[in-house]
């Protein structure tokens, strides 16, 4: 379901990690929400506040996935680029508008050759998609709200820079980053060619080259095996654990 979420909760970055270095992992996921919100743990200034980025936001990226990956984020919490770019990938999954647009017209717009992007251009984008009937019909400045939700995570997960001016960018994602990320698909049944396909390296602007590039860098880091012959992939884990991933290469 696309939402406008995105206009209130953005990247959450410091959010995110302090839910992350205070989850305790012997206990379920209902006790550690109650605990949070109870304590205040995240310092909002009301309960309802807490409530909201909690259940809107960041229980969707990070909880009900399951335990697994707030215990993989625990191995990379003292790995600033890993942390971000294992955070970036479950924030997409977890909201489709941020993963359409960082995959659709924000790599589109760097293939294309432009340097920077504003807010209009993302305004434009959203309103020419409710038309073909691919979002909700938002009034213009719900819109122009959600376009600048949209800029702002995408800055804060590092494939824009700058406060006003938003520029591109290099293409890049840390090891850490791209092992997570690829065990995560791998989890979801993802063939060996499906990975080095997939659109989800789109956002962090990676081409199939680039992705190829990773691979082989995680192959001699000892995270997989990789080997491709013609259109023939094959990508075999020596992990078998998301945490074991992140941990072989934090």
Known sequence: MITS????????LADARRLVEIWDLRVDASANMNRV???????????ARTQDVLNRILRPRLVDPGPHV????????NVPRGFVDAYYF???????????????????WWEDGRLAVDVDLVVGWLGRTATQGDLPVWTDSVRRKV?????????????????????????SISLAGFGYVAYRLHESGESSRALLGSRVWRRWLLDNDRVT???NEAAR????????????VRVDWIQSSLSEVVRAVA
Do not use: C
Request: net charge positive; aromatic share 6%.
């Open 221 to 232: 880091s000892g995270l997989l095996h990789y080997s491709s012959a013609g259109s023939a």
């Open 70 to 77: 707030i215990a993989a984020l625990k191995e990379l919490v």
């Open 90 to 108: 479950e924030a997409t999954r977890a909201d489709q508008l941020l993963a359409a647009f960082s995959e659709g017209p924000l790599f589109g």
């Open 5 to 12: 979420n995105i206009q209130k909760g953005g990247a959450l």
């Open 37 to 47: 919100v109870q304590e205040n743990l995240l310092a909002k200034t009301s309960r």
């Open 147 to 171: 376009a600048r939700g949209l800029l702002a995570a995408v800055r804060d997960f590092g494939i824009l820079v700058g406060r006003v001016r938003k520029e591109f960018s290099k293409p």
């Open 213 to 215: 590039q990773m691979f």
